[in-house]
């Protein structure tokens, strides 16, 4: 026995009765959609094979490539104008005279603490800035040697094996020469030669 539809409900909403049997006129007319989704899922995936190599080659070669070559040409333009500044400071240290300088040539003297079974031998220069260094090293030539062997000769061999014992040793000589000079003539020592036997 069949449902009465209620006259408040519109007909529209009302289910359709299909008899067993009969065929379904607009079922006929269209094509199953299980059918159509395949076809159009075949052109999409052919079109993208086709279509993606395509875009991907227009993108790089009108985009991307022109786009990085613009970025490696800017460095090397960079890089080749601070190369003239170095090139004229690099002729400029050339043309610029060195620092006053005095040397002292093979220093011996024995190691504190061995019984003067070990040495040290050692030559070095001493710059600053005084243009007249070299003269006045040269004039206190005697006071200068005694102020270098007293300060080298109170070194031990533990003090020389310590790290950064040249450098500790470097500011001794520079602040010894300053004191007996009674001012700052000496800047900096440089080793030459430094042997410890």
């Known amino acids: 026995m069949a449902a009465k539809p209620d006259p408040k409900e519109p007909a529209s909403t009302a289910p359709a009765v299909v008899e067993k049997g009969a065929p379904d006129k607009e ?15 075949w052109a999409v995936a052919a079109a993208a094979v086709v279509l993606a190599p395509a875009l991907s080659w227009v993108v790089a070669d009108y985009v991307l490539l022109p786009h990085l070559a613009k970025r490696l040409e800017a460095p090397v333009a960079a890089d080749a104008a601070p190369a003239q500044p170095a090139e004229a400071a690099a002729s400029d240290a050339k043309a610029r005279p060195p620092p006053p300088s005095y040397q002292f040539n093979n220093v011996v003297v024995n190691l504190a ?12 220069i001493v710059t600053g800035s005084d243009a007249a260094l070299a003269n006045i090293f040269e004039g206190d030539k005697a006071r200068l040697t005694d102020v270098t062997l007293n300060v080298l000769s109170s070194l031990t061999l533990a003090d020389l094996e310590e790290p950064g014992s040249k450098n500790v040793l470097r500011e001794k000589l520079v602040a010894a020469y300053n004191q007996t000079l009674g001012r700052k003539v000496a800047d900096q020592v440089y080793f030459s030669d430094f042997v410890v036997q």
């Open 27 to 41: 079922a006929a007319a269209a094509p199953s959609p299980a059918t159509g989704s395949k076809w159009l899922a």
């Open 113 to 124: 603490g061995t019984m003067g079974t070990r040495y040290l031998k050692t030559s070095f």
